[in-house]
């Protein structure tokens, strides 16, 4: 018996634009299991498990490429659970550059969180908790609390600016975006 993954498509809560649907597909359909793979080596290389499986690793990573497709002009956080799964698919940096291109629109660059810069501290703790906002507005019903925990304290990592350029948006620019890119960018 075939286990149906969840799809993006089948999940959002908005009302797409062609281009934003077709970006959703592309995210979709792009083949992440040997991301999913790495990044599960690298966490137990680190002494860890997994906390997420495999589907709802996957899954989380496809909301949070989804928020900077269907959100581009706004930054997001990702959480300590979909952390690993970014950071493996950016070391493959051809495929995640190709990614980016065609599912997001724009190069989605990497910032992580200095944890002794308090200033950036709380501000990315603000991010995050627009972040949950933001995936509850797209994907009511469909936001695992294991993936994106509420708790946005102990989620303060790694996060990514918005596009440079102004893109289709379905959230106007917030003033947290405001902030960091006029002091951190």
């Known amino acids: 018996m075939q286990v149906m993954k969840k799809t993006l498509v089948d999940t959002v809560g908005i009302i797409l634009t062609p281009l934003q649907k077709r970006r959703l597909h592309i995210i979709d359909n792009h083949d992440f299991s040997i991301f ?42 990702v959480s300590v659970a979909v952390d690993p799964y970014w950071h493996s698919h950016i070391l493959h ?5 190709q990614f980016c291109q065609d599912g997001i629109g724009y190069y989605m660059h990497h910032d992580p969180l200095d944890e002794t810069d308090i200033e950036k ?3 990315v703790e603000g991010i995050y908790e627009y972040t949950l906002k933001i995936l509850d507005t797209i994907f009511p019903n ?7 925990p509420k708790d946005a304290l102990n989620n303060r990592i790694c996060w990514h600016f918005g596009s440079s350029t102004p893109q289709e948006s379905v959230f106007p620019t917030n003033e947290l975006t405001r902030v960091g890119m006029m002091r951190f960018a």
């Open 36 to 77: 999913l793979k790495h990044a599960e080596k690298e966490i137990r290389k680190a002494g860890g498990e997994p906390t997420l499986n495999p589907s709802e690793a996957e899954y989380a990573l496809k909301q949070y490429y989804a928020l900077a497709t269907l959100n581009p002009n706004n930054m997001h956080a």
């Open 142 to 148: 469909s936001v695992n609390l294991e993936s994106w």
């Open 121 to 123: 501290g709380k501000l």
């Open 93 to 97: 940096t051809k495929s995640y550059a």
